[in-house]
């Protein structure tokens, strides 16, 4: 309701005229024909004309209604389909006058059109004894399966870098076990179910089930951890994304550690020693095995974590490293094609994992040389007309888009251009946050095109403040604007950097 509020545009100029047209017919076909059949046929499609998604254009996405969108859509056009019919020979019965009749029509079009939204509303309330004995069963299904699978199980959560961490490990566990990562980036209770029901139960030889674990409200991880029943947890960081829906950091490291609680007392929890937040729920001293991991302290410091990387070295043919056991001293070289200086620490978390369950660093080490960046995570590749692209345009975050950025800079041959639409979901620091995303592209960056309306101007202002050129930064409405921008102007030798790719309702 809150984007129906703040997003009219998108929604009430589409239909109004078509609607309003229906509602007309209706009333003035029940007025001089009560009996014929074709008032309910027309009340049908105005039902339809009132639930249907209008074509909004270009997305990126197209919207693909599951079974659950599919019933929901079924109810909201039932009630939309009797209210309208109801209202139809309510007012048929007062037999206006013409002219009434013409003004009632319009209003009761008008009226399917702008209660859509409510109908979809009351549709997902009378559904919901539906929904939930399908979700029940759907869960238990999945219960079933683990029962009798009986996998190791992994928990990965994290503000950033979950999909990428796990996406490591089932690379690198798979070097000598059968791991099976959560496809994507599932990471919700009913997405975990289906991963588990339709590919986890489809193959028995898997040892190791890897469950990302997202949350959007406290308790959310707690539930899909009553559900799988992780061995081993590992934190990834603890950072502003998500900030509005949990209203403070301290409010989503809570959240976070939901995983580590739910952890058995011999379980093991792997941590990222280099996140204050992280670093404070390994000193909170459960479970009784506890892993830390850093990029930033020393090997010979007394204080480092069990898993250190120095001598980071990165370049565009990858990362390398050095990685210490300081419990042991042994050491291994780290050689990986991956992008951005966030992933050694993702490696280490990875590596943590692997050899507590058996595997020798320098096998870890050789699966390392294999890996490759998750789905729009810093992928690069250059076009046949030599232009670079590197797609980092999952998501963005604080973290993220240093690194990103400094990849960027990396390539000095031509005209290094940024194509972002800026960060979302940081609550009160959302303009903040954008505004430093403007000042560190100023740094790294030749061209700037920022993509729709709403996250512009701080990005912008942060370019501007940074001495950045005016001439060099514009503002296009779609991606596909973008696109075009760097087809014409762009020749070989010249890189764009794709930074997040928001969905079109944030964008606008």
Not at 295 to 304: I, V
Not at 417 to 424: A, D, K, N
Not at 427 to 443: D, P, S, V, Y
Request: hydrophobic content about 45%.
């Amino acid at each position: 309701l809150r984007w129906i509020a703040a997003r009219r545009d998108r929604w009430l100029p589409t239909r109004p005229a078509l609607t309003w047209l229906i509602g007309s017919a209706m009333l003035m076909i029940l007025t001089e024909a009560p009996e014929s059949f074709i008032p309910v046929l027309i009340s049908v499609i105005a039902s339809a004309v009132g639930i249907i998604p209008p074509d909004e254009g270009e997305v990126k996405k197209k919207f693909r209604p599951t079974a659950r969108a599919k019933r929901l859509l079924g109810a909201a056009f039932g009630i939309s389909l009797i209210v309208g019919l109801a209202l139809t020979a309510g007012l048929a019965a007062l037999e206006l006058n013409s002219d009434f009749a013409l003004i009632a029509a319009l209003t009761l079009g008008a009226g399917l059109l702008l209660l859509a939204p409510v109908w979809l509303v009351v549709g997902n309330l009378l559904m919901m004894p539906v929904e939930t004995f399908f979700r029940h069963r759907f869960i238990a299904q999945a219960r079933t399966v683990l029962a009798e699978l009986r996998p190791q199980v992994i928990g990965i959560t994290g503000s950033y870098g979950k999909t990428s961490t796990k996406t490591y490990l089932a690379h690198i566990l798979n070097g000598r076990f059968r791991a099976y990562p959560t496809p994507k980036s599932y990471n919700t209770l009913m997405g975990l179910c289906i991963a588990i029901n339709n590919d986890l139960a489809q193959d028995r030889s898997i040892e190791y089930f890897i469950a990302e674990m997202g949350a959007y409200i406290p308790g959310e991880i707690e539930r899909i951890c009553d559900l799988v029943h992780p061995r081993i947890g590992i934190i990834v960081e603890v950072g502003p994304q998500h900030l509005e829906r949990f209203g403070s950091l301290e409010n989503i490291a809570i959240a976070k550690y939901e995983l580590i609680k739910a952890l058995p007392p011999d379980g093991v929890g792997v941590f990222n020693w280099d996140n204050p937040y992280v670093r404070a729920m390994m000193e909170r001293g459960y479970p009784a095995t506890r892993i830390g991991v850093s990029r930033e302290c020393a090997p010979d410091n007394p204080n480092a974590p069990r898993y250190v990387a120095s001598d980071v070295g990165e370049s565009l043919d990858g990362l390398r490293f050095t990685v210490t056991d300081t419990e042991t001293g042994e050491t291994a070289a780290f050689v990986t094609p991956l992008l951005g200086l966030h992933n050694v620490t993702n490696i280490l978390l990875a590596t943590a994992v692997a050899v507590h369950e058996g595997m020798r660093l320098r096998d870890v080490a050789a699966r390392v040389r294999t890996l490759q960046p998750a789905e729009s995570r810093l992928v690069r590749q250059t076009l046949p007309e030599g232009i670079t692209i590197i797609n980092d345009a999952y998501s963005a975050n604080p973290v993220g888009i240093v690194h990103a950025l400094r990849v960027l800079s990396m390539h000095q041959t031509g005209r290094r251009v940024l194509i972002t639409p800026g960060m979302v979901e940081l609550g009160a620091l959302m303009e903040q946050e954008n505004r430093k995303l403007g000042e560190i592209a100023a740094q790294h960056a030749t061209d700037v095109l920022l993509v729709g309306r709403s996250q512009a101007p701080p990005i912008h202002a942060g370019l501007i403040s940074a001495g950045f050129p005016a001439d060099r930064v514009q503002t296009v409405e779609t991606l596909s604007e973008a696109v075009e921008w760097y087809k014409r102007n762009l020749a070989a030798g010249d890189t764009v950097l794709f930074l997040n790719d928001l969905p079109d309702t944030y964008s606008s």
